[in-house]
């Protein structure tokens, strides 16, 4: 008799983490200062324009794959939890096809 196999799931591939605008190209950084810029006038606190993300990354290569702007620190960190719990019970494919288009192909 043969064994099932055991499913593989996406955090054997993947991994989340929350990167901040450090990562950011020069064109993203100044995007992200003039939106701060031109809600602040409107009396909004910016606070959705952290720059901090959910950053989804091949574990083989440290490529990016997905990239989830949640708008905010404790959004991300909620968007974050999600996405984890997600890798953990998903298969590569579904999670990619879950989580919509990303970085990578």
Request: no cysteine; hydrophobic share 40%; proline share 4%.
């Amino acid at each position: 008799m043969s064994e099932t196999p055991t499913p593989v799931t996406a955090d054997t591939v993947y991994k989340a983490e929350l990167e901040g605008p450090e990562h950011e190209n020069a064109i993203a950084k100044a995007g992200r200062f003039v939106a701060e810029l031109a809600t602040r006038a409107f009396g909004d606190d910016s606070s959705g324009l952290s720059g901090v993300a959910v950053v989804v990354r091949r574990l083989d290569d440290g490529a990016e794959v997905r990239r989830i702007d949640a708008g905010n620190y404790e959004s991300d960190e909620t968007v974050l939890a999600m996405v984890r719990e997600d890798l953990a019970s998903l298969s590569p494919e579904d999670f990619l096809e879950t989580w919509g288009e990303g970085t990578e192909a």
